[in-house]
């Protein structure tokens, strides 16, 4: 019976120690997991309202040119050159294609080349299966 008593006690002292063992683990994971994203949130965070701050000036600068007018790339270096309007010129319209016109003739060409290839490959397909089966034919009536 002592020794019953004996192992009990020594299981429940194994128990225990087992579940601090666990408690340990868990409270390391805890910690670490802190530690690694605790600094990296934090460094993000940063970033993320410094980039958020930058967007908002951007922005507000970009309302104030809109305000001033259209700037043109070329205005910073310091050239300026005035662009006429399509109003100013009368033969603009009769002189342009549109721009479901712009290689019209080329998708054409590509389409008819296309066809030709296909149309060569399949004689050339055609021409090897009629030359198999002369060979078949002629297999049969020499044999």
Do not use: C
């Amino acid at each position: 019976m002592a020794e019953l008593q004996e192992l009990i006690a020594h299981l429940g002292d194994s128990v225990q120690k087992l579940f601090g063992v666990f408690g340990i683990a868990g409270q390391r994971l805890v910690n670490n997991t802190k530690a690694s994203f605790g600094g990296r949130l934090a460094r993000i965070m940063r970033g993320l309202g410094a980039a958020l701050g930058i967007f908002k000036n951007l922005g507000k600068g970009i309302e104030e040119s809109d305000t001033q007018g259209k700037i043109s790339p070329n205005e910073p270096r310091g050239v300026r050159e005035e662009i006429p309007d399509a109003s100013d010129d009368e033969d603009a319209t009769t002189g342009q294609a549109s721009a479901t016109e712009w290689g019209k003739k080329a998708r054409k060409r590509q389409r008819t080349m296309l066809k030709k290839m296909i149309d060569a490959e399949e004689k050339r397909l055609q021409d090897l299966q009629d030359d198999e089966e002369d060979k078949d034919i002629e297999q049969y009536l020499v044999g």
